[in-house]
C-alpha cells in the first residue's frame, strides 16, 4: 500500500493522487515554485513524472509558503474524516487532487468550500513514476 510498484497496482489499491513534475536536477522535481528532494536517478532534467501521494498522507493548513497552494472545490464529511477535493496550484497549472483529514483537523481551520489553503506532505510520502509507463522510482 505504501510502496506501490506501479501506477496501476498505487491506483488499485487504495485512493492515490497522481501530479505532474518537472525533474529540475539531481534529485529534486518541482511541483510549483517550490524545488522537492527527491530520488531522480533514472530521470534526465527536464522529464515530466508523476508525483504519488496518498490523500491521508497530505496536510492541510491556511496559506503559508513553502508549500503548495490549493483551492478546496469540496468538502465531504465520512466519518471520523473529511474528503477534500482541490485544485492544486502546480508548475502545470491546476491540477485536481484529493486530500483526507481527521474532522477535528478540518474544523480548526474552519475548513470549507471556496477556501485557499496550502498543503504539503512529508519526502517519504511521495513515490515517482515516469510519466508515460508504470516503473516506480
Known amino acids: 500500500y505504501t510502496s506501490p510498484q506501479g501506477k496501476f497496482v498505487a491506483s488499485f489499491i487504495g485512493n492515490m493522487n497522481f501530479l505532474d513534475a518537472l525533474v529540475v536536477g539531481q534529485n529534486q522535481i518541482r511541483v510549483n515554485r517550490l524545488t522537492l528532494n527527491h530520488n531522480t536517478d533514472t530521470y534526465a ?37 473529511l474528503r477534500i477535493l482541490c485544485e492544486a496550484d502546480t508548475y502545470y497549472g491546476a491540477q485536481p487532487l484529493m486530500v483526507q483529514i481527521p474532522v477535528n483537523r478540518g474544523v480548526e481551520i474552519n475548513l470549507h468550500a471556496g477556501q485557499s489553503v496550502s498543503l504539503r506532505w512529508a519526502k517519504h510520502d511521495m513515490q515517482l513514476f515516469s510519466a508515460g509507463d508504470s516503473h516506480v522510482q
Open 45 to 81: 532534467p527536464g522529464s515530466k513524472v508523476k508525483l504519488a501521494l496518498r490523500p491521508e498522507s497530505i496536510e492541510v493548513m491556511h496559506r503559508t509558503t513553502g508549500a503548495v497552494n490549493a483551492l478546496v472545490t469540496h468538502v465531504e464529511f465520512i466519518g471520523s474524516f
